[in-house]
């Protein structure tokens, strides 16, 4: 394999892990979503990448619905309802960001020390993609719990399927089939949780969860 | 006569960058006035200026000690080694062996402490308020610039100037997500270091949001004309170092003969002057930060070169 393939595999993937930081430090919300659709858009072409390298032509499949659904259906649907909701020129409390982006580095300096030593008897490209899949997991996961917006939190919510999927491509072939139902579930997911803004929305007429925060059981006996 | 022409080629180079520096100043103040519709002063004023402050009487305070005194001439001193040494039209020059990375960024440090000294030794509110600013400023800057230094070092195998250049220039070293998370992090910590927008106001001498302009508020006469010099040296300083570690093409590197060092004089004025005009064009499309957002800032840039260093962990060596 010519040196050029692995380094336009690294850099796909390197630029999924620096839009994932991109959305853990921007704090307006339209922004978060252009971030979300580029990092999806960034994706897709990673996997194409895979395609051309592995010589899978299945995984361009999964790069289309990537880019189709992740990086124009969600991001639309999302602008429309931050949109209906009113909350489009809204700039988020993020939660300290210097300890978060120093959380971050430390998230990502933790999954490549827990992969590269696990996968030293596979090829370098899925070694490295799955570092960089388990870093733009964990900070999906670090984006969902800084964050005080509802909407923000499923961006963080699917910023973690997009570390899956590449995670997925990275290891060689996941079937189709497993594949497009993740892409449903993803959608599925998605309607419940536009639906379930609206109700917080409805109820508390915010959606800034720490709202939540008095209605919880194991708080309220001592209220 | 090898000798000779060695250090003639090397004399050139401290020679051109003191040459070139006030220039650059006016390119940016030029293409920043045009920008903003107004005419602006000839591209040739900073010499103009310096000139008239050369011959200016310089005041001092009554209770401004040798320190203060001194301070100028170390901090121009300092920082036209520093710019020296950066290599600029040609590689492996006289004193190349000495340019090295973090040796610059020492140098650079060095002027810093002593302008931020002489800031607070007459004792006025603006000039310790400034100085307090800048020590914040490069407290958050240098690990950022460390750590630029460390992933361009690591690509490279060097923390050589000159053999960095190299190696960029002639081998195809391939993509790298990781030169340019450093270029993005390297571009932060100069704006930060020269005093641009959305740290600083280079314009401005009357604000409570100065930084640079506040330490040197006291200065007047030839005293002011060297800080100033230095000033501009510093800008071309950080323009030539994105010059010869992100951008190292046209440089001569192995036979010095007259053509190659004509065509690496051509390139490094072009390069040049493209960074002295892209930079007022970044300059008017953001607006100056609050104090207090410094820190996130210049997060931003530690977060970028954190992670290139990261990433050239993962991509080869292990």
Redesign the interface.
Known sequence: MP??Y???A??LA??M??LS?VLL?QDRITAVLNAFALQAVALSLSVAWQAFIQDAPLLLVTAGVAFVVKGIVIPTALHRIVRRLGIHREIEEVIS??PT?LT??GL??LS?MLV?PVGENVSILA??DL??ALAVILLGLLMMITRRNAVTQIVGFMSVENGLVLAATGAKGMPLVVEISVAFSILIAFIVFGVFVFRIRERFDTVDVSALDRHRGERGEHV | MAVMLDLGAQALQMLLVLVLAPLVLGVTRKVRARLLRRVGPPTWQPYIDLWKLMHKEAVLAHNASWLYRATPYLVFAATWVAAALVPTYAVNLMFSWSADLIAIVALLATARFALALAGMDVGTAFGGIGASREMMIASLAEPAMLLVVFSVALIAGTTQLSAIAATFADASIGLRVSLGLALIAFVFVAIAENARIPIDNPATHLELTMVHEAMVLEYSGRHLAVIEAAAALKLLLYFSLIGCLFVPFGMATADKSTDTIILGLMTYVMKILALAVLLPIGETAIAKMRVFRYPIFLGGAFAASALAVFLLFVSRSF
Do not use: P
């Open positions: 040196a050029i692995l380094d336009v690294h850099l390197g630029s892990l620096v930081f430090y960001a210097g982006m971050g580095l990502v300096a490549m590269l070694r490295e570092a960089f």
